[in-house]
C-alpha cells in the first residue's frame, strides 16, 4: 500500500515555537517516508472575518515559514487550497452526504460559534466536510494533526465508509497520525502556548525580544531567593530546556538547580542560547527566501498544477460512480 500524507495549515499569522515543536518537525519526519501534501487552507480560513489586506501576505508568509522550517517545497507538495478548485467542488457533493447530525457534534464548531457569535456562517458548520475532500482528493492515507483535529479526521472516516459504499470504494479510509507532540506551555507556565494567549516565542523573534520573552518567563514560583533550591520537575523554563539544550547540559542544570547551583537567570540565559540556536538559521533562511520571490512563487504554483491534475483524476473517478456526466 502506498502511504500519502496530507495536512492543512491555517495561514494564521506567526508560527511560534510551540508550533514548530507540535507539529512542523513532525512533518519534516515524514517527507522521506511518504508521498506528502501539505495544503494551506486558504477556503477554510474565511470562514471567520478576516482582513482582506492581510490575507495575501497571511497566505505568502504561512508558505515562507514553513519552508523556512524546513518543509521542502520540492520534497513534498506544499501549494495553497484555492489554486486547486476541485477541493470546494468535491465538498458539495460530499455536503451531500454528510449528516448534519454529525456536523452538530464537532467540538470545533460549537467553539468557533461562541467565540464568533456574530458570524455563524453555514462555512463554519460544513468546514469539516471541506477539510474531507482536501484528504480525500490525494486518497491520502494519514494525516498528522493535533488532538483536536481527530473528531474531524473521525469524520472524515465516516464519509468515506458512507461514499465507498454507495457509489464503489474508490477511497482509503484516512488515519489520524498523532504528533506525540509534548504540551508546550507559554511563557506564563500555565496556559498551552497559543498566539491568542499572547504567550508565545514567535520563530522570527529577534534575538533581543526573545531574551526579553525568556528572561519574564514564570518559573518553579516558590523559589524566591538565588539560595533557594528549584524544582525543575514544575518549571517551565526547564521543560523548554528538554527541547533546546543539548541532553547532558540540560541534566547538569537539573542536578545545580536542585542544589541552588545555577540561579533562574542563568538558567534562562542558556535557553535563550538555546532556543537562538534553533531561531537564527530558520530566520536566516527566511531572508533568503525573501529574495527570490518570484521562484518561491513559481515552485508553488508548479505545485498546485500537479495537485490540480491528481484532484481532476480523482474528481473523474468520483462523477463517473455517481452517475453525474
Ligand atoms: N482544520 C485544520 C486546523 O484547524 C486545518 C485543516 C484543513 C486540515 N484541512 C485539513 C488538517 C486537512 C488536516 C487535514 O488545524
Not at 15 to 35: K, R, V
Not at 237 to 244: A, G, K, N, R, T
Amino acid at each position: 500500500m502506498n502511504k500519502t500524507v496530507f495536512s492543512g495549515i491555517q495561514p494564521s499569522g506567526e508560527i511560534h515555537i510551540g508550533n514548530y515543536l507540535g507539529a512542523i518537525q513532525n512533518w519534516i519526519t515524514l517527507l522521506d517516508s511518504y508521498e506528502c501534501f501539505f495544503c494551506i487552507v486558504d477556503y477554510h480560513a474565511i470562514t471567520v472575518k478576516y482582513d482582506v489586506k492581510d490575507f495575501q501576505d497571511r497566505v505568502w508568509n504561512a508558505i515562507i515559514d514553513n519552508i523556512a522550517c524546513g518543509i521542502d517545497p520540492e520534497k513534498s507538495r506544499l501549494f495553497i487550497q484555492s489554486h486547486v478548485p476541485e477541493h470546494t467542488e468535491l465538498a458539495w457533493i460530499l455536503n451531500s452526504i454528510a449528516p448534519m447530525g454529525d456536523l452538530e457534534r464537532m467540538t470545533q464548531y460549537k467553539d468557533k460559534s461562541k467565540q464568533h457569535k456574530e458570524n455563524i456562517n453555514a462555512g463554519l458548520f460544513t468546514y469539516p466536510v471541506l477539510q474531507t475532500a482536501d484528504i480525500i482528493l490525494y486518497k491520502a492515507t494519514h494525516v498528522p494533526v493535533g488532538e483536536d483535529q481527530v473528531q474531524h479526521i473521525e469524520f472524515a472516516r465516516r464519509i468515506v465508509k458512507s461514499f465507498n459504499h454507495r457509489f464503489g470504494k474508490i477511497f482509503p479510509e484516512p488515519k489520524e497520525l498523532l504528533s506525540h507532540a509534548p504540551r508546550i506551555l507559554g511563557l506564563d507556565g500555565k496556559a498551552k502556548m497559543s498566539k491568542s494567549m499572547g504567550n508565545y516565542i514567535a520563530i522570527g523573534e529577534t534575538r533581543e525580544v526573545l531574551q526579553k520573552k525568556v528572561m519574564s518567563a514564570v518559573t518553579d514560583e516558590k523559589r524566591i531567593r538565588r539560595n533557594d533550591p528549584g524544582d525543575p520537575s514544575i518549571c517551565n523554563v526547564f521543560s523548554l530546556h528538554q527541547f533546546f539544550t543539548p541532553s547532558e547540559k540540560r541534566d547538569e542544570i537539573e542536578t545545580e538547580c536542585k542544589r541552588a547551583g545555577i540561579g533562574c537567570v542563568d538558567c534562562k540565559k542558556l535557553l535563550i542560547n538555546g532556543i537562538w540556536a534553533t531561531l537564527e538559521p530558520i530566520q536566516e533562511k527566511r531572508t533568503t527566501l525573501l529574495k527570490d520571490q518570484n521562484r518561491l512563487r513559481e515552485i508553488i504554483y508548479e505545485n498546485g498544477r500537479q495537485c490540480k491534475q491528481i484532484a481532476e483524476n480523482t474528481m473523474g473517478q468520483v462523477k463517473e460512480q455517481m452517475g453525474i456526466r
